[in-house]
Nanobody
Framework: QLQLVESGGGLVQTGGSLRLSCVAS????????RGWFRQAPGKEREFVAA????????YYSDPVKGRFTISRDNAKNTVYLQMNSLKPEDTAVYYC???????????????????WGQGTQVTVSS
Protein backbone atom coordinates (compact mmCIF):
# COMPACT_ATOMS: atom_id res chain seq x y z
CA GLN A 1 0.00 0.00 0.00
CA LEU A 2 1.07 3.55 -0.71
CA GLN A 3 -0.26 6.82 0.67
CA LEU A 4 0.17 10.12 -1.18
CA VAL A 5 -0.36 13.59 0.27
CA GLU A 6 -0.21 16.75 -1.87
CA SER A 7 0.49 20.26 -0.62
CA GLY A 8 1.47 23.68 -1.95
CA GLY A 9 -1.70 24.78 -3.71
CA GLY A 10 -3.18 28.22 -3.32
CA LEU A 11 -4.26 31.44 -5.01
CA VAL A 12 -1.89 33.20 -7.40
CA GLN A 13 -2.20 35.92 -10.04
CA THR A 14 -1.64 35.34 -13.74
CA GLY A 15 2.07 35.02 -14.42
CA GLY A 16 2.89 33.87 -10.91
CA SER A 17 4.43 30.63 -9.67
CA LEU A 18 3.63 27.80 -7.28
CA ARG A 19 5.42 24.61 -6.30
CA LEU A 20 3.36 21.55 -5.45
CA SER A 21 4.74 18.70 -3.35
CA CYS A 22 3.59 15.11 -2.95
CA VAL A 23 4.98 12.98 -0.14
CA ALA A 24 4.65 9.19 -0.31
CA SER A 25 4.51 6.84 2.66
CA UNK A 26 4.01 3.11 3.11
CA UNK A 27 5.46 0.80 0.47
CA UNK A 28 7.85 3.39 -0.90
CA UNK A 29 10.58 0.99 -2.01
CA UNK A 30 8.81 0.08 -5.27
CA UNK A 31 9.97 1.82 -8.45
CA UNK A 32 6.84 3.81 -9.16
CA UNK A 33 6.25 6.13 -12.04
CA ARG A 34 4.91 9.34 -10.49
CA GLY A 35 2.43 11.64 -12.17
CA TRP A 36 0.46 14.86 -11.77
CA PHE A 37 -3.10 15.25 -13.04
CA ARG A 38 -5.61 18.06 -12.70
CA GLN A 39 -9.37 18.42 -12.81
CA ALA A 40 -11.43 21.57 -13.23
CA PRO A 41 -15.11 21.67 -12.15
CA GLY A 42 -17.34 19.92 -14.68
CA LYS A 43 -14.41 18.58 -16.68
CA GLU A 44 -12.57 15.28 -16.88
CA ARG A 45 -9.29 14.68 -15.13
CA GLU A 46 -6.38 15.46 -17.45
CA PHE A 47 -2.72 14.60 -17.52
CA VAL A 48 -0.20 17.27 -16.54
CA ALA A 49 3.23 15.70 -16.07
CA ALA A 50 4.97 12.45 -15.14
CA UNK A 51 8.41 11.20 -14.16
CA UNK A 52 9.66 7.62 -14.33
CA UNK A 53 11.99 5.78 -11.98
CA UNK A 54 14.33 4.68 -14.76
CA UNK A 55 16.53 7.59 -15.89
CA UNK A 56 13.96 10.01 -14.43
CA UNK A 57 12.38 10.46 -17.86
CA UNK A 58 9.81 13.25 -17.88
CA TYR A 59 6.58 13.77 -19.82
CA TYR A 60 4.38 16.87 -20.15
CA SER A 61 1.06 17.74 -21.67
CA ASP A 62 1.17 20.38 -24.40
CA PRO A 63 -0.62 23.12 -22.37
CA VAL A 64 2.04 23.07 -19.63
CA LYS A 65 5.16 22.26 -21.64
CA GLY A 66 7.82 24.91 -21.10
CA ARG A 67 6.09 26.31 -18.00
CA PHE A 68 5.91 23.38 -15.58
CA THR A 69 8.73 21.15 -14.35
CA ILE A 70 8.32 17.81 -12.57
CA SER A 71 11.09 16.46 -10.36
CA ARG A 72 11.62 13.96 -7.57
CA ASP A 73 13.68 13.58 -4.41
CA ASN A 74 13.90 9.88 -3.63
CA ALA A 75 15.54 10.47 -0.25
CA LYS A 76 12.40 12.34 0.83
CA ASN A 77 9.93 10.12 -1.08
CA THR A 78 8.65 13.31 -2.66
CA VAL A 79 7.73 14.45 -6.15
CA TYR A 80 7.39 18.14 -7.05
CA LEU A 81 5.62 20.18 -9.69
CA GLN A 82 7.12 23.62 -10.23
CA MET A 83 4.54 25.78 -12.01
CA ASN A 84 5.68 29.04 -13.61
CA SER A 85 3.92 31.60 -15.81
CA LEU A 86 0.56 30.45 -14.50
CA LYS A 87 -2.59 31.15 -16.49
CA PRO A 88 -6.28 31.18 -15.47
CA GLU A 89 -6.79 27.97 -17.47
CA ASP A 90 -4.41 26.23 -15.05
CA THR A 91 -7.04 26.57 -12.30
CA ALA A 92 -7.97 23.08 -11.07
CA VAL A 93 -7.55 20.56 -8.30
CA TYR A 94 -4.16 18.94 -8.79
CA TYR A 95 -3.67 15.27 -7.92
CA CYS A 96 -0.52 13.28 -7.35
CA UNK A 97 -0.48 9.65 -8.51
CA UNK A 98 1.79 6.59 -8.50
CA UNK A 99 1.96 3.74 -11.03
CA UNK A 100 3.36 0.37 -9.99
CA UNK A 101 6.20 -1.04 -12.12
CA UNK A 102 5.60 -3.68 -14.76
CA UNK A 103 2.52 -2.21 -16.43
CA UNK A 104 2.00 -1.30 -20.08
CA UNK A 105 0.15 1.94 -19.43
CA UNK A 106 1.39 5.21 -20.82
CA UNK A 107 2.48 7.68 -18.11
CA UNK A 108 -0.17 10.07 -19.46
CA UNK A 109 -3.12 7.70 -18.89
CA UNK A 110 -4.88 8.12 -15.55
CA UNK A 111 -6.26 4.56 -15.68
CA UNK A 112 -2.72 3.24 -15.41
CA UNK A 113 -2.12 4.70 -11.95
CA UNK A 114 -2.72 2.69 -8.80
CA UNK A 115 -2.53 5.26 -6.01
CA TRP A 116 -3.85 8.80 -5.74
CA GLY A 117 -3.55 11.69 -3.32
CA GLN A 118 -6.42 13.80 -1.99
CA GLY A 119 -5.74 16.76 -4.29
CA THR A 120 -4.70 20.36 -3.73
CA GLN A 121 -6.51 23.41 -5.14
CA VAL A 122 -4.69 25.78 -7.50
CA THR A 123 -6.50 28.99 -8.44
CA VAL A 124 -5.05 31.50 -10.90
CA SER A 125 -6.79 34.87 -11.00
CA SER A 126 -6.92 37.22 -13.99
Amino acid sequence: QLQLVESGGGLVQTGGSLRLSCVASGRTFRRYTRGWFRQAPGKEREFVAAITWINTSTYYSDPVKGRFTISRDNAKNTVYLQMNSLKPEDTAVYYCAAQVPGTNWSPAQSAGYDYWGQGTQVTVSS
